[in-house]
C-alpha cells in the first residue's frame, strides 16, 4: 500500500517537473507564444538571447539527470516488497561506478561552467563598454527612480540636463551606456524584459548598457504621434527594484520606456525646449 | 527505561568505549538533571524542544507572509484583531519586512542549525562513537544556557520602539545600519545582531566540542573510516562552524560598532551630494560618497553564511545516509566516496561566497572565479545522490515513517540541488537572482532536504531517545501530506520566478509584470497553510508517543551502529557494557552472520 503511494507521489512529481521544463522552455520557440506570460517576458534586448539559451541548456541537462535519478529512485521504491524474505544484495559500492557518475558529471558541469563566460563578459565586463559615451545616469533612493540625460553639451551637472522621474527614456537600436547609482541604501536595477539586473550601491557608479533590438521590438511596440504629427514607436515596460530596500521596496516602481530613433530624438528635443518654457499656454 | 545498570561518573573523566566502574553514586536534582545539566543526552533533548518550538515560530511567520501575498492588503482573520488593531487587521508593509526578516533568521539560527548540530549532534556523537559523554560536558551545557540570552534579544526585537528588524536576514547595510532607513533599524536591528552574537558563541561552544569528541574519544576499533556518515557530517559541519563562524561574529560587532559608536566599516558617509556625478567634475572624482562598504559587510556575511547553508544540510545528509541504509537493510553505496564528497562540500563552501553577489557590483571578473567553483560543488553532490540510488537499488526497503521523510529528502534534495545549477550560471542569474526562483530553490534544500531529514531522525532516533516508539500510521499519513503540501508550495514557486517576480515584496501585482501571478500565489497560500496545519500529525505522534508509544527494546530497527547498543534511553554514562568495534557501521545482509544485520561491536 504505501510502496504504491509513495511510487505515485514521486511519479506525480517526475511528471510535473518534466511538464513543467518543457512548457517553460517553450517561449524560445517562437513569438506566438510571445502572449503566453506563465513564464519568462520574451525578451527585447539584443544580448538576452545568450541568456535565454544558456538557461535552456542548464535546463536539458537538469532534466536528464533529474528524468535518470527519478526513475531508479523509483523504480527502487516500486520493487520494495518483491523480495521481502531474501536479504538485501550485500555490496559495499562499484568503483568504476563512482568513477563513470564523477567523471561524466565533471566534464559537463565544466563545459557548462567555461562555455558560459563569454555571455558574462559580453555582458557586465566594462571592457563591452570601454570608451563608450555616458548617455544618462539611473539614481535610486527610496523609493523612486529619477534618471538625468547632459543635455546637449553633453556634460552632466550643468545647467542644460535633462531630468525624467520614473521614466526611463531609451533609444532602439542603439547601444545605451549608463550610469547607476543610489543616494541612500542598497537598490537593484531590474528590467526582466531586457534581461538586465544591477544592485545600485551608495558611494559606487556602476556602468550599465542595454540595446533594444529593432525586430523584437517591432513585433512589440505601439505606435504614437510625435509632435510633428509623424508615427513613431513605443515600448513600455516594467522597471522594478529587486534588492529590498525599505518598508517601501515593493511599490519603487519605475517604467522604462523604450522609442523608435524618430521618437527618441522628438523626446529629446521637447525637453530641451521645456528649459526655456514659461509655462505660459502658447 | 528498559535496562539500567547504574552506570553513574563524572562524564568524559574515563577512557572510552569502557564501562565505568561504580564509583561514586549520588541522585542529581532536578535542575542538574534537567535544566543545568550536562549530560549530551539531556542538552540534546533541550535543544531539540527549542528547535521545534521555534519552528512553529517560524511557521507562523510564514503563514502571515503567505496571507499577504495570497491577498495583499486584505483583513487577516482571528488574529488580524489582535496583532493589527490600528490598521484594521490589514498588515502593514514595514511589519511585513519584519515577517520575512524574522522568519529567515528564526528558520536558519533558531530552528535548523540548533536541530542538526546542536540537537542531533550532542544526541547522537558520544552515542554513535561509544563515549560516555561529550569531552566538555561543562562547555556543552553553557552551549545550550547561551541560546538563553539569544531568545531574549530575539523578543526583544519584536517589541523594540519601530518593532523587529527589518533589514532581511542578510542584514545588508545601509539599510540595516542608518536608523532613518527602516523602522527596524531604529533599535530591531541591534538586538538581532546580539541575537546572532549569543547564538554564534552557542554553535561554537557546541563545535569545539563535537571534534574534540570525534577526534579523541572513539571507543577502541572506532578508526575514522569506520565512522557513522552521520558521524562524518557533524564533524564536517563542526569543521565549517570552527572556521566560518568567528568572521561572521567579527562582522556582527562591527555592524554593531557602525550602529552604535557611529563607525564607518560599512556605512558610507556623505551619501547625497547634490547629485553630483564624480565621474563628470575631477573635483569630486571619488569623494561624493567615502568611507564605509556596503560591499565589505556582503562578503564578510556570505563567508559565513554561505558555509552555513552546508552546515544546515550536511548534518542532513549523513543522518539521512544512516537511515535509508538501516531501512533498505543494505550497506551504504561507496562510503568512502560519500565521505570525500562531503569534505568536497565543505572545501569548496569556503570559496563560493560571491555567487551571492554577482549582481552587487562586485567586479564581474571575481563573479566569473566564482562561478567556475559554484559549478564544481553541483559535482560531489550530485556523487551524494548517485550513492544513495546505488544504496536503495537492489535493497529490501522498509518503508517505515523515517525511512519515508529520508526518500522524500533525497528526492527533494535532487530538486533542489538541480536547480541551483541555474543559479549558479552568472547569465543566468542576471534574470533569475532575487526573483522567486531562488526562493524555491534553497527551500527545496531547507525544507524539503533538511527539514524531511530532520523528521526522519526523529523518527528513527525517538526509541533510542524515550524508549518508546513513535506510531507509525500517524507517521505515514504526516509524511504523504507534508510531501505533497511541501511541493505543492515549493515546486510552483519555480514558476514564480521564472516570470521574473521578485523576493521581499508584499504586493508584486501593481507591476504589469507581475499582476497575473496572483492565482499561483494564492495556491501555493493555500498549499502553505495545509502544509502547516499537517503537522498537527506529528505533534500528536510526538507527544503521544513520548508518553505512552509502544515501549522497544535496545535496536527496534535492528540497526548496526553502536548507539543500539546502549539501552533505550541509555543512563548516565550511556553504555553498559564493555565496547570495541570491529567493522564499519554498514553490514547488512552481510553474508558472515544469519540475520540480515552485523552490529559493529558484535564477534563472529
Keep these: 500500500?504505501?510502496?504504491?503511494?509513495?511510487?505515485?507521489?514521486?511519479?506525480?512529481l517526475l511528471v510535473l517537473g518534466v511538464w513543467t521544463f518543457f512548457d517553460s522552455t517553450t517561449f524560445l520557440l517562437g513569438p506566438e507564444r510571445a502572449g503566453y506570460r506563465w513564464w519568462w517576458p520574451t525578451d527585447v534586448s539584443t544580448y538576452g538571447g545568450g541568456i535565454d539559451l544558456l538557461f535552456v541548456v542548464i535546463g536539458v541537462m537538469i532534466l536528464v539527470f533529474f528524468v535518470l535519478t527519478y526513475v531508479v529512485l523509483i523504480g527502487a521504491v516500486f520493487g520494495a516488497s518483491r523480495k521481502s524474505e531474501e536479504k538485501a544484495a550485500f555490496t559495499h559500492g562499484n568503483h568504476k561506478?563512482?568513477?563513470?557518475?564523477?567523471?561524466?558529471?565533471?566534464?559537463?558541469?565544466?563545459?557548462?561552467?567555461?562555455?558560459?563566460?563569454?555571455?558574462?563578459?559580453?555582458?557586465?565586463?566594462?571592457?563591452?563598454?570601454?570608451?563608450?559615451?555616458?548617455?544618462?545616469?539611473?539614481?535610486?533612493?527610496?523609493?523612486?527612480?529619477?534618471?538625468?540625460?547632459?543635455?546637449?553639451?553633453?556634460?552632466?551637472?550643468?545647467?542644460?540636463?535633462?531630468?525624467?522621474?520614473t521614466d526611463f527614456v531609451v533609444p532602439v537600436d542603439d547601444k545605451f551606456v549608463f550610469h547607476l547609482r543610489s543616494n541612500d541604501v542598497l537598490h537593484s536595477f531590474f528590467v526582466p524584459k531586457l534581461r538586465l539586473k544591477q544592485d545600485a550601491v551608495p558611494g559606487m557608479t556602476i556602468p550599465m548598457w542595454l540595446e533594444v533590438d529593432p525586430d523584437r521590438f517591432a513585433r512589440e511596440a505601439q505606435a504614437i504621434e510625435l509632435a510633428d504629427g509623424s508615427e513613431g514607436r513605443e515600448l513600455v515596460v516594467d522597471l522594478i527594484c529587486a534588492e529590498l530596500c525599505g518598508w517601501g521596496h515593493y511599490k519603487m516602481a519605475g517604467r522604462v520606456r523604450m522609442l523608435s530613433k524618430n521618437a527618441f530624438e522628438a523626446w529629446m528635443a521637447e525637453q530641451e525646449a521645456l528649459r526655456f518654457d514659461n509655462g505660459e499656454p502658447e | 527505561m528498559s535496562s539500567t545498570t547504574a552506570t553513574h561518573v563524572a562524564p568524559g573523566t574515563g577512557s572510552p568505549g569502557t564501562v565505568r566502574e561504580h564509583h561514586e553514586?549520588?541522585?542529581?536534582?532536578?535542575?542538574?538533571?534537567?535544566?543545568?545539566?550536562?549530560?549530551?543526552?539531556?542538552?540534546?533533548?533541550?535543544?531539540?524542544?527549542?528547535?521545534?518550538?521555534?519552528?512553529?515560530?517560524?511557521?507562523?511567520?510564514?503563514?502571515?507572509?503567505?496571507?499577504?501575498?495570497?491577498?495583499?492588503?486584505?483583513?487577516?482573520?482571528?488574529?488580524?484583531?489582535?496583532?493589527?488593531?490600528?490598521?484594521?487587521?490589514?498588515?502593514?508593509?514595514e511589519f511585513y519586512t519584519m515577517l520575512f526578516t524574522m522568519h529567515g533568521t528564526v528558520m536558519i539560527f533558531f530552528v535548523i542549525i540548533p536541530l542538526l548540530t546542536g540537537a542531533f549532534g550532542n544526541f547522537l556523537i558520544p552515542l554513535m562513537i561509544g563515549a560516555p559523554d561529550m569531552a566538555f560536558p561543562k562547555v556543552n551545557m553553557i552551549g545550550y544556557w547561551l541560546m538563553a540570552p539569544a531568545i531574549v534579544f530575539l523578543m526583544l526585537g519584536f517589541f523594540s520602539p519601530g518593532g523587529g528588524p527589518a533589514a532581511g536576514w542578510t542584514a545588508y547595510p545601509p539599510l540595516s545600519t542608518i536608523k532613518s532607513a527602516a523602522p527596524g533599524s531604529i533599535s530591531g536591528q541591534t538586538y538581532w545582531l546580539l541575537a546572532l552574537t549569543f547564538v554564534g558563541a552557542s554553535s561554537m561552544a557546541g563545535a569545539v566540542n563535537y571534534v574534540t569528541t570525534i577526534v579523541k574519544m572513539r571507543a577502541p576499533g572506532m578508526t575514522m573510516m569506520r565512522m557513522p556518515l552521520t558521524i562524518w557530517a557533524l564533524l564536517i559541519a563542526a569543521l565549517l562552524q570552527l572556521f566560518a563562524l568567528p568572521v561572521l561574529t567579527a562582522a556582527g560587532i562591527l555592524q554593531l560598532l557602525d550602529r552604535t559608536l557611529l563607525t564607518g566599516f560599512f556605512t558610507p558617509t556623505n551619501l547625497i551630494v547634490n547629485q553630483i556625478n564624480p565621474e563628470s567634475l575631477d573635483a569630486f572624482a571619488g569623494g561624493a560618497a567615502a568611507g564605509g562598504q556596503p560591499l565589505l559587510w556582503q562578503h564578510l556575511f556570505w563567508f559565513y553564511s554561505h558555509p552555513a547553508v552546508y552546515i544546515m544540510v550536511v548534518p542532513a545528509m549523513g543522518m539521512a545516509s544512516d537511515i535509508i541504509s538501516t531501512h533498505a537493510r543494505k550497506p551504504i553505496f561507496g562510503y568512502k566516496p560519500m565521505v570525500y564528497s562531503m569534505a568536497a562540500i565543505a572545501g569548496l563552501g569556503f570559496i563560493v561566497w560571491g555567487h551571492h553577489m554577482f549582481m552587487s557590483g562586485m567586479n564581474p571578473a571575481l563573479g566569473m572565479t566564482?562561478?567556475?567553483?559554484?559549478?564544481?560543488?553541483?559535482?560531489?553532490?550530485?556523487?551524494?545522490?548517485?550513492?544513495?540510488?546505488?544504496?536503495?537499488?537492489?535493497?529490501?526497503?522498509?518503508?517505515?515513517?523515517a525511512m519515508l521523510n529520508a526518500l522524500g529528502f533525497v528526492a527533494m534534495f535532487i530538486i533542489g540541488g538541480l536547480s541551483g545549477i541555474w543559479m549558479a550560471s552568472t547569465p543566468v542569474d542576471i534574470y533569475i537572482h532575487d526573483t522567486y526562483i531562488i526562493v524555491a530553490h534553497f527551500h527545496y534544500v531547507v525544507f524539503g532536504g533538511s527539514v524531511f531529514a530532520i523528521f526522519a531522525a526523529i523518527y528513527h532516533w525517538f526509541p533510542k531517545m524515550f524508549g518508546r516508539i513513535m506510531n507509525e500510521t500517524l507517521g505515514k499519513i504526516h509524511f504523504v501530506g507534508s510531501f505533497i503540501f511541501t511541493n505543492g508550495v515549493f515546486y510552483m514557486m519555480h514558476q514564480l520566478g521564472m516570470a521574473?517576480?521578485?523576493?521581499?515584496?508584499?504586493?508584486?501585482?501593481?507591476?504589469?509584470?507581475?499582476?497575473?501571478?496572483?492565482?499561483?500565489?494564492?495556491?501555493?497560500?493555500?498549499?502553505?497553510?495545509?502544509?502547516?496545519?499537517?503537522?498537527?500529525?506529528?505533534?500528536?505522534?510526538?507527544?503521544?508517543?513520548?508518553?505512552?508509544?509502544?515501549?522497544?527494546?535496545?535496536?527496534?530497527?535492528?540497526?548496526?551502529?553502536?548507539?543500539?547498543?546502549?539501552?533505550?534511553?541509555?543512563?548516565?554514562?550511556?553504555?553498559?557494557?564493555?565496547?570495541?568495534?570491529?567493522?564499519?557501521p554498514y553490514e547488512y545482509a552481510s553474508p558472515e552472520v544469519d540475520e540480515d544485520f552485523l552490529p559493529q561491536s558484535r564477534t563472529v
Design chain 2, 370 to 401: 566564482f562561478m567556475v567553483s559554484t559549478i564544481m560543488i553541483a559535482l560531489p553532490s550530485a556523487i551524494k545522490v548517485f550513492n544513495w540510488l546505488g544504496t536503495v537499488y537492489g535493497s529490501r526497503i522498509q518503508l517505515t515513517a
Design chain 1, 97 to 165: 561506478l563512482e568513477l563513470l557518475w564523477t567523471a561524466v558529471p565533471a566534464v559537463l558541469l565544466l563545459i557548462i561552467a567555461f562555455s558560459q563566460m563569454q555571455t558574462w563578459a559580453a555582458i557586465k565586463f566594462r571592457g563591452a563598454i570601454a570608451g563608450e559615451e555616458i548617455r544618462a545616469e539611473a539614481i535610486a533612493e527610496q523609493f523612486d527612480w529619477r534618471f538625468r540625460y547632459p543635455g546637449t553639451d553633453g556634460v552632466f551637472g550643468t545647467v542644460d540636463d535633462i531630468h525624467s522621474a
Design chain 1, 1 to 12: 500500500m504505501m510502496r504504491l503511494i509513495v511510487t505515485a507521489l514521486f511519479t506525480a
Design chain 2, 500 to 584: 521574473g517576480l521578485m523576493r521581499r515584496t508584499a504586493d508584486p501585482y501593481d507591476y504589469e509584470t507581475y499582476a497575473h501571478l496572483q492565482p499561483l500565489n494564492e495556491f501555493i497560500s493555500i498549499c502553505a497553510f495545509c502544509l502547516f496545519a499537517w503537522q498537527i500529525f506529528f505533534v500528536v505522534n510526538f507527544f503521544h508517543s513520548m508518553f505512552w508509544g509502544k515501549r522497544v527494546g535496545r535496536n527496534p530497527w535492528k540497526a548496526c551502529s553502536l548507539e543500539w547498543d546502549a539501552p533505550s534511553p541509555p543512563g548516565h554514562g550511556n553504555f553498559d557494557r564493555r565496547l570495541a568495534v570491529h567493522r564499519g
Design chain 2, 25 to 93: 553514586h549520588h541522585e542529581l536534582g532536578f535542575i542538574r538533571k534537567y535544566v543545568f545539566s550536562t549530560d549530551h543526552k539531556v542538552i540534546g533533548l533541550q535543544f531539540m524542544f527549542t528547535g521545534l518550538v521555534f519552528l512553529v515560530l517560524g511557521g507562523l511567520l510564514a503563514m502571515a507572509i503567505r496571507w499577504q501575498l495570497a491577498w495583499p492588503w486584505t483583513e487577516m482573520p482571528v488574529i488580524g484583531s489582535i496583532l493589527f488593531p490600528h490598521t484594521g487587521r490589514v498588515i502593514t508593509p
